[in-house]
């Protein structure tokens, strides 16, 4: 393989992890500022996939962003609401979501299991005709670029909105439920509104994800958001390896980070020849070393003192 594959592998993998990254922002506000694991991000991605592919392929591809950004809404409404005001265990919550909206997606392809989109005009299409058609150099300079600038664009957007959302009386609301419910329940705010606005939010961005996903892939399948919970979970744990503290802005820009670097991995992995059906569990095993690797540091001295290494390595110097 020469030189030119390899940017043009390394290119894929930097748009297919900043694509990615934004269902990771959506676990970012979800797991770690409201403490709440959504299980429902699976069925909520493909929702947001299936909605912005249907109406891309009905000719309304600038639609199809807040179409699907709206199906992301409403998914996390419905889980809000089965947490907060009937009573469901937040994980039940998710997973009871995420089954029913199965069904759903099957009924928004029209009872199809997958769509074609090659001949649909996506957002990835207008940016690309419109540089190869430009009399600017530069505009026709990144031509082979429109797909990395759409998703980096994106990936911006969503981080500026999310940090100034959080600092508004809002935001700071919902990070105050995340740290402490009864504190928030105290001063007069209602919990349950907060979880619920910030389970919209999320899953909004979620949606989005699917959608820039389908018109990436040009076709959706139903199972295009499978295992998404997983690499949003290990993206946000390798994240937070680089950047544990520092402002908003600072811990969303680890996020995509981790994003990108889990893209990378999955895209070493799949130069080795390994198998479709392992790439899951490659996923799995990176999720346990993220999550393990901060106590596997902390746990080093007392392997090392039970195995007689520091009695050796004190034992050399004298």
Same mark, same amino acid.
Do not use: W
């Given at each position: 393989?020469?030189?030119?594959?390899?940017?043009?592998?390394?290119?894929?993998?930097?748009?297919?992890?900043?694509?990615?990254?934004?269902?990771?922002?959506?676990?970012?506000?979800?797991?770690?500022?409201?403490?709440?694991?959504? &299980? +429902?991000?699976? =069925?909520?991605?493909?929702? $947001?996939?299936?909605? %912005?592919? /249907?109406? #891309? @392929?009905?000719?309304?591809?600038? &639609? +199809?962003?807040? =179409?699907?950004?709206?199906? $992301?809404?409403?998914? %996390?409404? /419905?889980? #809000? @609401?089965?947490?907060?005001?009937?009573?469901?265990?937040?994980?039940?919550?998710?997973?009871?979501?995420?089954? %029913?909206?199965?069904?759903?997606?099957?009924?928004?392809?029209?009872?199809?299991?997958?769509?074609?989109?090659?001949?649909?005009?996506?957002?990835?299409?207008?940016?690309?005709?419109?540089?190869?058609?430009?009399?600017?150099?530069?505009?026709?300079?990144?031509?082979?670029?429109?797909?990395?600038?759409?998703?980096?664009?994106?990936?911006?957007?969503?981080?500026?909105?999310?940090?100034?959302?959080?600092?508004?009386?809002?935001?700071?609301?919902?990070?105050?439920?995340?740290?402490?419910?009864?504190?928030?329940?105290?001063?007069?705010?209602?919990?349950?509104?907060?979880?619920?606005?910030?389970?919209?939010?999320?899953?909004?961005?979620?949606?989005?994800?699917?959608?820039?996903?389908?018109?990436?892939?040009?076709?959706?399948?139903?199972?295009?958001?499978?295992?998404?919970?997983?690499?949003?979970?290990?993206?946000?744990?390798?994240?937070?390896?680089?950047?544990?503290?520092?402002?908003?802005?600072?811990?969303?820009?680890?996020?995509?980070?981790?994003?990108?670097?889990?893209?990378?991995?999955?895209?070493?992995?799949?130069?080795?020849?390994?198998?479709?059906?392992?790439?899951?569990?490659?996923?799995?095993?990176?999720?346990?070393?993220?999550?393990?690797?901060?106590?596997?540091?902390?746990?080093?001295?007392?392997?090392?003192?039970?195995?007689?290494?520091?009695?050796?390595?004190?034992?050399?110097?004298?």
């Amino acid at each position: 393989m020469n030189f030119s594959a390899y940017l043009n592998l390394g290119q894929t993998a930097l748009e297919l992890g900043l694509i990615s990254s934004l269902t990771v922002l959506a676990l970012f506000l979800s797991y770690s500022m409201l403490n709440v694991c959504d &299980l +429902s991000t699976d =069925g909520c991605f493909t929702l $947001g996939a299936t909605v %912005g592919a /249907v109406i #891309a @392929i009905s000719g309304h591809p600038y &639609l +199809s962003i807040p =179409g699907a950004m709206l199906a $992301g809404v409403i998914s %996390g409404f /419905v889980t #809000a @609401i089965l947490q907060t005001r009937m009573g469901v265990n937040s994980l039940l919550a998710g997973i009871i979501v995420n089954t %029913g909206l199965y069904s759903v997606n099957i009924a928004v392809m029209g009872n199809s299991s997958v769509l074609n989109m090659n001949k649909t005009v996506t957002v990835f299409t207008l940016l690309q005709k419109l540089c190869k058609g430009s009399d600017i150099p530069f505009l026709a300079a990144l031509a082979p670029y429109y797909k990395l600038i759409i998703a980096a664009v994106a990936v911006i957007l969503v981080i500026v909105m999310l940090s100034l959302f959080l600092r508004t009386r809002l935001g700071l609301a919902i990070r105050a439920t995340g740290d402490n419910p009864d504190m928030v329940r105290s001063s007069s705010i209602d919990p349950a509104f907060t979880t619920t606005v910030g389970l919209c939010v999320a899953n909004a961005f979620t949606g989005l994800s699917g959608c820039l996903l389908a018109q990436y892939n040009k076709s959706v399948n139903i199972d295009i958001g499978s295992g998404m919970v997983t690499v949003a979970l290990a993206s946000l744990l390798i994240g937070g390896v680089f950047i544990r503290k520092g402002g908003i802005p600072l811990r969303a820009f680890s996020v995509v980070l981790g994003a990108i670097i889990f893209r990378v991995v999955y895209t070493v992995a799949l130069q080795l020849n390994m198998q479709a059906y392992m790439l899951k569990a490659v996923s799995s095993v990176i999720v346990v070393f993220a999550i393990s690797g901060p106590y596997l540091r902390e746990q080093l001295p007392t392997l090392f003192r039970r195995f007689g290494l520091v009695r050796l390595k004190t034992g050399g110097k004298h």
